[in-house]
């Protein structure tokens, strides 16, 4: 191979070595930017929060606390069971209800309801909380969190979609209780 009079054999490897880091970098670039732009770019945008169906309130008899189930509204095919979330329903009595996240709130565990002891308790670290959402004891620093919810046509929902943290919108941070339908 006869290379060009100007160029050596050291420059043209570095060149090829150069053009071949370039492609490399490129092809690591491109997962990297699709997951920074995927909220834009795959229609996702505006997911969260969304009113989500938790099935007829008859499913939730007055004076019982039952778990409740939704489907997240970004799934994709393969999510499979993943794509569905639990929260808590505690039905007070008529349309006055409290829906807790199942997250507990100190590192997001799931809280499991007794109901012969009445409260919440957390497997993780020992966390409990009292029947209405408020902190017992152990290491959580606030009650769990509530949903906003509805009722439609007889059907319960709730203002849900993503894990609810600190800040989140679609979990209070106080009891909310019913959200104005519309
Ligand atoms: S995650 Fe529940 S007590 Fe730590």
Excluded at 60 to 87: E, H, I, M, Y
Excluded at 103 to 127: I, K, Q, T
Excluded at 158 to 176: K, M, R
């Amino acid at each position: 191979m006869t290379l060009p009079e100007n160029m050596s054999r050291r420059v043209l490897l570095m060149k090829l070595g150069m053009a071949f880091n370039a492609c490399v970098g490129a092809v690591l670039a491109i997962p990297i930017l699709r997951y920074l732009l995927s909220p834009i770019v795959s229609g996702h945008k505006g997911a969260y929060p969304r009113w989500l169906g938790l099935g007829p309130l008859t499913q939730f008899p007055a004076g019982q606390t039952r778990l409740g189930t939704f489907v997240n509204p970004d799934v994709q095919p393969w999510d499979g069971a993943t794509a569905k979330s639990a929260c808590w329903v505690r039905r007070i009595d008529g349309e006055n209800l409290q829906v807790f996240a199942i997250n507990c709130a100190h590192l997001g565990c799931p809280v499991r309801w007794f109901p012969e002891a009445g409260l919440f308790m957390c497997p993780c670290h020992g966390g409990v909380y009292y029947e209405d959402g408020t902190r017992a004891s152990g290491p959580p620093e606030r009650g769990l969190f509530e949903y906003r919810y509805k009722i439609e046509n007889g059907n319960l929902l709730i203002l849900a979609g993503e894990l609810p943290t600190p800040g989140s919108p679609t979990a209070s941070l106080v009891q909310i209780g019913k959200f104005p339908c519309g």
